[in-house]
């Protein structure tokens, strides 16, 4: 257990609706990265943030939107669905300090399946 | 650009060998981490090992090695005394810290199968 948590594990939703993805950081760490997981993409990074505010962007798609909020966890928004988006969503963390030899640890991930 | 490259998607090995698995990259940054992340069945990320650009020696975590070829940009992955549970996709992942991002650029991965 890496001491990620996300909700839900599995979300089936249709196209053309909207999706909100939940991750709870590791104890202590400030940064929290999203990645998603497909058969034709791989993994890629999406989007990170580091105490609340935004550090870096990845292919992170428009119709996609991020956050984290003041206790640290943060909530990946995903809107007109489309087929291509199901995909795995994981959401990892690193320590608190911001240094660049610590690993980051993932969550279980979300499954995302969109008809 | 960075970019890390996986060669092999699928790997088999008796259970008991050891087995290498290939990781290649690309950076022009002379600060760099890298790792290897297991992926099960289950679909979890799991951490594996990690190489820092500026450590002098290979790192070890139990039966997992890294051969770090610094000049030939590689960082294959040794799994020693292969085990059933060693079944799984693995990833070799790069991090750099331009502009204080943190994120993971991941290979293709690789499939390793043990056979008993």
């Known amino acids: 257990d890496s001491g990620v948590t996300q909700t839900p594990k599995h979300l089936i939703t249709a196209t053309g609706q909207r999706v909100t993805l939940r991750c709870s950081p590791r104890?202590?760490?400030?940064?929290v990265y999203w990645y998603q997981q497909s058969l034709d993409q791989g993994l890629q990074f999406l989007i990170q943030?580091?105490?609340?505010?935004?550090?870096a962007k990845g292919n992170i798609l428009e119709r996609f939107s991020a956050q984290q909020f003041p206790d640290l966890h943060s909530e990946l928004n995903l809107s007109s669905l489309e087929l291509g988006d199901s995909a795995l969503y994981f959401c990892?963390?690193?320590?608190?300090?911001?240094?660049?030899?610590?690993?980051?640890?993932f969550g279980p991930g979300t499954r995302l399946t969109v008809t | 650009a960075q970019k890390i490259t996986q060669t092999q998607p699928g790997m088999f090995v008796q259970e008991k060998e050891a087995v290498t698995l290939d990781c290649t990259y690309d950076?022009?940054?002379?600060?760099?981490?890298l790792f290897w992340y297991k992926q099960p069945s289950s679909g979890e990320m799991i951490f594996l090992i990690y190489?820092?650009?500026?450590?002098?020696q290979n790192a070890t975590e139990g039966r997992y090695s890294l051969n770090f070829q610094k000049a030939r940009k590689s960082a294959n992955l040794v799994i020693s005394a292969s085990q059933l549970g060693d079944s799984a996709m693995y990833f070799c992942a790069m991090r750099d810290y331009k502009g204080g991002a943190n994120n993971l650029f991941f290979g293709t991965g690789t499939r390793l199968t043990v056979i008993p």
């Open positions: 990892a963390s690193s320590v608190s300090e911001d240094r660049p030899t610590y690993e980051q640890y």
């Open positions: 190489q820092g650009s500026y450590d002098q």
């Open positions: 950076t022009s940054d002379p600060s760099y981490g």
């Open positions: 104890s202590g760490d400030l940064s």
């Open positions: 943030y580091y105490n609340g505010e935004e550090r």
